[in-house]
């Protein structure tokens, strides 16, 4: 059988989402630690398989993929007959490609480790400054989309069962728990987390439980 290798960092929120989606979608893979505080990102070695010099990557039998979404739609639509990741209907798909999109590309850039290294290296700010400005972010986005499930939620993000929304609202839930973001004014966000963490494919791609993580 082909190899199927995630190459991830436990931390790493971008790589969480994919093995959240490996989970669910029942699909056995190996992991390969990429070690983004040595900078094993920028290594040849790592830039040949992938020039943006990130994580995750997914390599299928040969199939090489990077950006999390990217990879969560590839699996959805390679192996059709395990759970869905992107409802059917196209309304409630565009929704869970919404909160994905308001996530992966909107709130989780800005706290990215290479984003906080050159605000510090170019303009001098502290590790105090660092911090203040990821969590600036992540309470902007998720007050947005604390308004915006309020209305819309299920007992997940859209519906009643897990989707690619909620395949990225739970690392960033993650995320902002360690950065010390107070998450008392986003109950259904809360509310959602706390359903998804009971989920063992949820459970099982916490950063804490990788081979990585220290
Ligand atoms: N949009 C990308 C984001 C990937 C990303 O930013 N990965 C981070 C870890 S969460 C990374 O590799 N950072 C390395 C660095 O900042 O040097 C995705 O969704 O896969």
Not at 21 to 31: E, F, R
Not at 96 to 118: C, E, F, M, T, W
Not at 203 to 212: G, I, L, M, T
Request: net charge neutral.
């Amino acid at each position: 059988m082909a190899e199927r290798v995630l190459y991830g960092y436990f931390r790493s929120s971008a790589a969480y989402r994919v093995r959240i989606a490996l989970n669910l979608k029942g699909l056995a893979y190996q992991y390969r630690a990429v070690n983004l505080l040595q900078g094993e990102q920028r290594s040849a070695e790592y830039l040949a398989i992938n020039p943006h010099g990130l994580v995750p990557l997914l390599d299928d039998g040969g199939v090489r993929i990077a950006q999390s979404l990217a990879i969560c739609e590839y699996l959805d639509e390679a192996y059709p007959d395990s759970p869905r990741l992107l409802p059917a209907d196209p309304a409630l798909r565009a929704q869970a490609r919404s909160i994905a999109l308001a996530i992966a590309a909107d709130i989780h850039p800005l706290q990215n480790p290479r984003v906080g290294k050159y605000l510090q290296g170019e303009f001098g700010v502290g590790e105090e400054g660092k911090t203040e400005w990821i969590r600036h972010w992540i309470r902007t986005g998720l007050a947005a989309l604390e308004r915006q499930l309020a209305e819309s939620a299920g007992r997940y993000a859209v519906g009643d069962a897990p989707t690619l929304a909620d395949v990225c609202l739970l690392p960033q839930v993650f995320s902002a728990r360690r950065f010390g973001v107070d998450l008392a004014p986003y109950p259904t966000i809360v509310r959602i987390a706390e359903a998804l963490e009971a989920l063992p494919a949820f459970a099982d791609a916490h950063p804490a439980k990788q081979p990585d993580a220290v």
